[in-house]
């Protein structure tokens, strides 16, 4: 129930948005880098791990300054910690964990307009659905997780500058919700950097 209701608000909040748009819509195509950490319970060691994303977004404006920008987005990410794999508490295992996301979220922004450029602060929360994951231990062995959570939330804060249709932006990522680890409570978070470009 509660997964139906959360599915709810997030397409009310783009169809509100495609609604407000009418002549200030803008669309474009977004992609970048990012590097994660996985903050675990009986963890240590962790290590910033690189990654990957692209997607698309949709802004439009409400005011001068303040617009919403909804997006989707592929995210894959990465984390390595020294942890408890097993049940054995004695045993610790060098531990890189993959996971692969269905990003939804949505982006406040504030715009101002200096010489001749955009520059924006963003905050918003996304939405991530679980497309796949799996870790490798001890530098050999491949385990599938079958017990991350499907669905989880992150808090994002960041900005950026708009120059014509080229947009960088710089991101930090906090995760709001336990993943899912065995029996270990696992937030995932990170700094990501993109390039955008707006097609209309």
Do not use: C
Request: glycine letters at 8%.
């Amino acid at each position: 129930m509660k997964k139906i209701i959360v599915y709810f608000i997030i397409l009310s909040l783009l169809s509100t948005s495609w609604t407000l748009a009418q002549d200030q819509e803008q669309f474009g195509l977004r992609g970048g880098f990012n590097l994660n950490w996985m903050d675990v319970s009986g963890g240590d060691n962790a290590a910033l791990r690189p990654g990957a994303q692209i997607g698309i977004f949709y802004k439009f404006w409400e005011s001068g300054i303040f617009s919403v920008q909804p997006e989707l987005n592929l995210k894959f990410l990465a984390a390595k910690n020294d942890r408890n794999l097993f049940s054995d508490p004695d045993q610790r295992h060098s531990v890189k964990t993959n996971l692969t996301y269905l990003e939804i979220p949505v982006i406040g922004k504030i715009t101002i307009e200096r010489r001749f450029k955009l520059y924006f602060l963003q905050f918003g929360i996304g939405m991530n659905f679980l497309l796949s994951s799996h870790e490798h231990f001890d530098d050999s062995k491949v385990k599938v997780i079958d017990n991350v959570k499907n669905n989880n939330f992150n808090f994002i804060l960041g900005g950026g500058v708009l120059k014509d249709r080229v947009m960088i932006d710089l991101r930090y990522e906090r995760g709001l919700t336990d993943i899912g680890l065995l029996n270990e409570s696992a937030h995932l978070n990170g700094i990501s950097i993109s390039l955008g470009y707006y097609l209309f």
